[in-house]
Nanobody, 121 residues
Framework: QVQLVDSGGGLVQAGGSLRLSCAAS????????MAWFRQAPGKEREFVAR????????YYADFVKGRFTIFRDNAKNTVYLQMSSLKPEDTAVYYC??????????????WGQGTQVTVSS
């Protein structure tokens, strides 16, 4: 069984920064993919970024390129999402997930509980 625990969300002004964390336990992810998704009220869950655990290759949604960075700490089994230049439209619940190399939520097997990010204008 895998457990993912998201944390780090909060309220920030537009232009500010936040760092989200996702601590994984229950198994190792030496060959897997970790990702961040987000879901705003009334909208579908959307892909934000992913990282291949073993080699660190990353991939981003166009709307976060240059603003968000995903990275991992293998020793801590933790994945991070560093968010900068935040915009009000980044407001959402952010979820980490573990699964396949994909941008589609249904291809991810494990999910964190979500952490709320609110960006005020």
């Amino acid at each position: 069984q895998v457990q993912l625990v998201d944390s780090g969300g909060g309220l920030v002004q537009a232009g500010g920064s936040l760092r989200l964390s996702c601590a994984a336990s229950g198994r190792t992810f030496s060959s897997g993919v970790m990702a961040w998704f987000r879901q705003a009220p009334g909208k579908e869950r959307e892909f934000v970024a992913r990282i291949a655990w073993s080699v660190g290759l990353t991939y981003y949604a166009d709307f976060v390129k240059g603003r968000f960075t995903i990275f991992r700490d293998n020793a801590k089994n933790t994945v991070y999402l560093q968010m900068s230049s935040l915009k009000p439209e980044d407001t959402a619940v952010y979820y980490c997930a573990a699964g396949a190399t994909s941008r589609y939520p249904f291809e991810y097997d494990y999910w964190g509980q979500g952490t709320q990010v609110t960006v005020s204008s």
